[in-house]
């Protein structure tokens, strides 16, 4: 069974952030005391595995899985069980199985947060973690652009109805030259705050633009003495007040 605070990253629209988002925020509330899980149900584009550069999948016991540690964090992917990126067609009841079985069969252990990160959109997947974890809270992830915002609003209000929105975070939202002091602002603005006030909700974060510094062993982890990496304790705060 699953225990802990429910945390959905979720969007309308694909390649926002979502993976990126899920597994820094994982790794952030981690590194602050909590007993953190994250799991991965995008399974049409699996990348928390390659992210976190995971490689081997986790063993099981007693027809029960044990999930792979990776960064103080408890993981489980849909990449665990796609193997070699092949494309994955599954619907319905397939997919519910799938989540049922990473809900009741992986031992978890006592979590104070799980992190999901989400498949883009409203579809089958979304509606089904949706309804098979109905006290989630939803961290609703956009880039700066109106238009952006204007699809995650979709996907918010599907949240609305069963779910609580805790926050928008808003990913890409300016560059900022190193030791520089300006902020460009390269995709436009307003979108989060507008979802905001469309939505009834919060910003949680605001997310510049930086790539994380690529090495071998966490690929897409921003590193401490980066502004992303006090961004992500910054966010991983907010979380926990606003959970508490
Ligand atoms: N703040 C950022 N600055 C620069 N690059 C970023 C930032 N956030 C994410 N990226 C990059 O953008 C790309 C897309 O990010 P990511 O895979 O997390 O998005 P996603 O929403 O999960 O995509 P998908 O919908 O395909 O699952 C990745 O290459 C990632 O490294
Ligand atoms: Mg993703």
Do not use: C
Not at 20 to 31: E, K
């Amino acid at each position: 069974m699953l225990s802990g605070k429910v945390l959905s990253v979720v969007s309308g629209k694909g390649g926002v952030g979502k993976s990126t988002v899920a597994a820094n925020l994982a790794v952030s509330l981690s590194r602050q005391g909590n007993a953190v899980g994250l799991i991965d149900f995008d399974i049409y584009g699996s990348s928390i595995p390659s992210m976190l550069n995971i490689s081997n999948g986790p063993k099981s016991m007693n027809n029960r899985i044990i999930p792979v540690e990776s960064h103080g964090i408890k993981v489980m992917s849909m990449g665990f069980i796609v193997k070699n990126n092949d494309p994955v067609v599954w619907r319905g009841p397939m997919l519910g199985k799938v989540i049922n079985h990473f809900i009741d069969d992986v031992i978890w252990g006592p979590l104070d947060y799980v992190v999901i990160d989400m498949p883009p959109g409203t579809g089958d997947v979304a509606m089904d973690v949706s309804r098979l974890i109905p006290s989630s809270h939803q961290l609703l992830v956009t880039t700066p652009h109106p238009t952006a915002s204007h699809v995650a609003e979709r996907a918010g209000k599907m949240a609305a109805n069963q779910h609580n929105i805790l926050g928008i975070i808003e990913n890409m939202s300016y560059f900022q030259p190193p030791d520089y002091d300006a902020k460009y602002y390269i995709f436009g603005r307003g979108g989060s705050e507008k979802l905001a006030t469309d939505l009834g909700t919060k910003i949680m974060a605001q997310l510049p633009l930086l790539a994380p510094e690529e090495d071998d062993f966490e690929p897409s982890i921003y590193k401490k003495g980066s502004l992303l990496f006090d961004k992500y304790e910054e966010l991983a705060n907010n979380v926990q007040d606003s959970t508490a």
